[in-house]
């Protein structure tokens, strides 16, 4: 029986950057991941990085140790992941102030620019000049979520990493002790066991006797193919209802809810934004919804058909384009940065999971992590560990 100094539970974009860099720190990982397809949270992503929108020392730290980390990803990975800049378009709809709005954003590492109306047509021509106020603008880091999740598992694959596809069911517990997991098939064993399986690991954890402040939204999106269609930027509302709803289903009075299936908590939410690929794919979305039960069905009609009517209201030129709906689950933490380290009352059982802003966060704590599996201290992950 094969046994490994770390397993990963998860193969997105947290699980598959965590194995590599502890796979870069000479630990033996399996990586485990119930998908062969990935059809997560980063698959469906519009694979932004917001490293102008550090708000705190913490925040800003990790946008800028991000931005650093992208300019040399791809090849050290030795594979192309698409990173770039474009101008990030944040709508302001016609029933709010410009100027307010603008202020929101004050706080922020590198705060937007404040667009008119014509100044943000012009920069986003396919822009509905009567469906906004004005806009803000910055420059905004981009890659391809999968190739980039690809990248990471391809490098950690050649420097000796083991992955297999298959759904871990349970976590091995004797006593206060993780010593691995058991999948459909297989048990595998290991001194740690990180968690890095999205909006699943709540329920993953819950069923080993562990509580976790993970949440997850269903968020729903709709899958464009290459036309004639060109997007110039990234747009998105400058008012985000999802930060909102993620705020209030993480409140103490919400928590006893999420650990009975069948609750809807709160009405779910639009935020209607589009970005174009540079294979020329369009995705729009973003629909919002909690329901506690992560297996809950949605109906793919009603959902597409208002995604479709608040995108076109902002973009009319993409309201009507042929393409395919998707829905996926999102985990985020009710302190909008992420879950790190050891879990609390357990031996051997870690998370890494829960960000708000994965794809800028996710490679710096991956390294920050890393380090600290060997020994070596790190001011952050002892800030956001849940067993502080």
Request: aromatic share 8%; with cysteine; proline share 6%.
């Amino acid at each position: 029986m094969k046994t490994y100094d770390w397993i990963v539970v998860g193969g997105g974009i947290t699980g598959a950057a965590l194995s590599y860099e502890l796979r870069q720190k000479g630990f033996s990982v399996l990586l485990l991941e119930q998908d062969a397809k990935l059809q997560g949270a980063t698959r469906y992503s519009y694979g932004g990085l917001a490293y102008w929108s550090g708000t705190s020392d913490t925040t800003r730290t990790l946008c800028k140790e991000g931005k650093e980390r992208y300019q040399v990803l791809s090849q050290e990975l030795e594979a192309e992941i698409q990173f770039r800049e474009i101008d990030l378009l944040l709508t302001i709809s016609a029933q709010d102030d410009p100027e307010q709005v603008a202020a929101t954003y004050a706080n922020f590492a590198t705060p937007p620019q404040r667009l008119s109306r014509e100044e943000a047509c012009q920069l986003e021509p396919l822009l509905n000049k009567n469906a906004i106020s004005g806009a803000l603008t910055v420059r905004h880091g981009q890659i391809q979520p999968e190739k980039a999740n690809q990248a990471y598992l391809q490098a950690f694959r050649r420097t000796g990493g083991e992955i297999q596809i298959a759904q871990v069911v349970e976590l091995l517990r004797v006593d206060n002790t993780i010593s691995g997991v058991k999948t459909q098939q297989e048990t595998y064993h290991a001194p740690h066991t990180v968690i890095c399986a999205g909006g699943l690991s709540r329920a993953l954890l819950k069923a080993a006797g562990i509580p976790v402040r993970i949440y997850f939204t269903r968020a729903e999106l709709i899958d464009i193919p290459p036309g004639d269609i060109q997007l110039h930027t990234l747009v998105m509302p400058a008012i985000t209802q999802r930060f909102e709803l993620e705020a209030k289903v993480s409140t103490a009075e919400i928590e006893p809810l999420w650990d009975e299936p069948g609750n809807e908590p709160l009405p779910p939410i639009l935020d209607p934004g589009a970005v174009q690929f540079l294979d020329g794919t369009i995705r729009i979305g973003q629909l919002s919804r909690v329901l506690t039960d992560p297996n809950a069905p949605i109906t793919a009609k009603e959902s597409e058909a208002a995604i479709r009517s608040q995108v076109g209201n902002v973009l009319p030129a993409l309201e009507n384009l042929p393409g395919t709906w998707h829905h996926c689950r999102v985990a985020f933490n009710s302190n909008r940065l992420g879950v790190i380290g050891a879990l609390s009352g357990v031996e051997g059982a870690y998370i890494f999971s829960g960000f708000t802003n994965p794809l800028v966060f996710v490679p710096p704590l991956a390294v920050r992590f890393a380090r600290w599996a060997t020994g070596q201290d790190d001011e952050i992950i002892a800030q956001i560990s849940p067993g502080e």
